[in-house]
Nanobody, 119 residues
Framework: QVQLVESGGGLVQAGGSLRLSCTAS????????MAWFRQAPGKQRELVAT???????NYPDSMKGRFSISRDSAKNVLYLQMNNLKPEDTAVYYC?????????????WGQGTQVTVSS
């Protein structure tokens, strides 16, 4: 199994930056893809960015430009650099990992970290 723990959330003023971290443990070598999602109050969870084991990244069009996903495979840490934050970026940010063990593909969510952007 895989365990994920996010950190780095907090309160920031509009225009500021934050870097979120997600530390993976357990069967980390089985992870093929990792992602950041976010969920604002009253809204559905939405994809922010993905990164594969080969370090290929992908962003929905709405997330391009201010968000950057990266991964330190040596430390098993996933990052999300967020710049020029806006109040509408306020949400709980979740780390997600896709992994295969014994031929079975599964996904795991972290507990989430709150990001609040004040105007």
């Amino acid at each position: 199994q895989v365990q994920l723990v996010e950190s780095g959330g907090g309160l920031v003023q509009a225009g500021g930056s934050l870097r979120l971290s997600c530390t993976a443990s357990g069967s980390v070598d089985s992870i093929s893809i990792m992602a950041w999602f976010r969920q604002a109050p009253g809204k559905q969870r939405e994809l922010v960015a993905t990164i594969t084991k080969e370090f290929r990244t992908n962003y929905p069009d709405s997330m391009k430009g201010r968000f950057s996903i990266s991964r330190d495979s040596a430390k098993n840490v996933l990052y999300l650099q967020m710049n020029n934050l806006k109040p509408e970026d306020t949400a709980v940010y979740y780390c997600n990992a896709g992994f295969s063990i014994d031929g079975t593909y599964s996904t795991k969510w972290g507990q989430g970290t709150q990001v609040t952007v004040s105007s």
